[in-house]
């Protein structure tokens, strides 16, 4: 009996045994199942994240970027810092607002990297007139392009020409309303002619910026030949009151030229002399006269370089086309602009004057800064 309670309790304990085991195996197998749910849930969740990164309202806990995710992330960071491999997108913003005879600044910071660079601008819209002859022509020919590249949007240029045209003969003009100009302008960047043009005419056209005045070419070398300046002055400023008169300083003949008379030795520098005697002791004196525009010294400086008497065309009087007209051109141009003569790429409007660009910019240069003397270049070879 005892073996037989034996044997029944040892079976009872094996099923016991048995049951347990088996449950285990059953606990074991569900969580299995659980846990493997959870990871395509994981799965599925980052995939859905993935699919909506390039929705900008959509967002989740799980969109941890990859290695490869944070290594772009970090160059891009980097060329949004590093101002040598960013792309600039430049901000722009005035610093100093552009005015007649002054130019402006603006200051562009690329709103990416913070480099930034500061540039002088011009004003947007200019009109000239100038009441001259052929030494006007020669001086403000090529001053449209010059202008168009420093980024004068609107350009009007006139002159008034009759050749060899005396101040005299201007004050003549003007009190017998005589119609004897050819008008020259420029306002879309060719010149066109119109014959038989009335100097009253073009003053009450109106809304000129700047008119200027000069002397024929031997009178402006002589005092007595200034009897009329006041004349015109007046004249011009009580037509157009708003506008700047300048004074256009022109050049004295070459040495070997037909015109350098012995009255001046055949010394160019001594007529030079008197040119700017009469501007400083007489055209400085009228008050209306707002300034000066030293193309003649511009002429004289570049004629101290290897280019000497080449300035001029073969009559020593007038300037050449290929370089002297721009050695005229950028003088007005940096006269009235403010801007420095170094601001416009010559190569950009001819490619054969700009081989003596820096001829042509350190002659002008130096006669901005010193109108009524003669300096030396430092291009003699």
């Known amino acids: 009996m005892k073996k037989l309670v034996c044997l029944s309790l040892s079976i009872c304990l094996i099923l016991t045994l048995f049951c347990g085991c088996n449950n285990n ?30 929705d900008d309202n959509m967002s989740s806990a799980t969109d941890i970027p990859s290695k490869s995710e944070i290594s772009t992330s970090s160059d891009d ?17 005035i610093e100093q607002t552009a005015q007649l005879f002054k130019a402006g600044t603006k200051k562009y910071s690329c ?4 480099d930034s660079y500061t540039k002088e601008y011009t004003v947007e819209k200019l009109k000239i007139l100038a009441i001259g002859n052929s030494f006007s022509l020669n001086s403000m020919w090529e001053l449209y392009p010059l202008l168009k590249q420093a980024g004068v949007k609107e350009i009007d240029i006139a002159i008034m020409y009759i050749g060899g045209c005396s101040l005299d003969q201007h004050w003549e003009n003007a009190q017998n309303n005589s ?5 020259y302008r420029n306002n879309s960047g060719s010149w066109k002619i119109t014959d038989n043009y009335l100097l009253e005419t073009i003053l009450q056209e109106g809304g000129w910026d700047i008119i200027t005045l000069q002397n024929k070419s031997e009178h402006a070398a002589q005092q ?14 009580g037509k157009c009151p708003d506008a700047k008169i300048l004074w256009h300083m022109t050049w004295a003949f070459t ?16 007529m030079f002399k008197n040119i700017t005697d009469c501007v400083q002791n007489i055209v400085t004196k009228n008050q209306k006269i707002h300034s000066i525009v030293p193309v ?23 300037l050449s086309e290929d370089i002297g007209y721009y050695v005229g051109a950028y003088t007005w141009f940096s006269a009235i602009t403010g801007m420095s003569v170094y601001d416009v790429n010559l190569s950009a409007i001819n490619f054969g004057a700009s081989q003596n660009a820096d001829i042509i910019c350190e002659s002008v240069q130096n006669a901005l800064n010193n109108p009524y003397q003669i300096t030396q270049s430092h291009y003699k070879n």
Not at 29 to 54: F, H, K, P, R
Not at 77 to 93: A, G, R, W
Not at 111 to 114: A, D, L, R, V
Request: charged fraction near 20%.
């Open 25 to 54: 195996n059953d606990t074991q197998s569900n969580y299995s199942e659980v846990v493997i749910t959870e990871e395509v849930i994981i799965d599925n969740t980052t995939n859905t994240s993935n699919d909506a990164q390039g």
């Open 77 to 93: 960071i980097s060329s949004k810092t590093d101002p040598q491999n960013c792309s600039h997108k430049y901000n722009e913003t």
């Open 296 to 318: 003649g010294t511009a002429v004289m400086n570049a004629r101290t370089s290897k280019l000497s008497d080449s300035i001029n065309q073969e009559d020593g009087s007038h």
């Open 111 to 114: 709103q990416n990297c913070g």
């Open 224 to 237: 007595s030949m200034f009897s009329n300046l006041d004349n015109m002055v007046s004249y011009v400023n």
């Open 179 to 183: 119609a004897n100009y050819q008008l």
């Open 255 to 270: 040495k070997d030229s037909k015109y350098l008379n012995t009255k001046y030795d055949k010394d160019d520098t001594l």
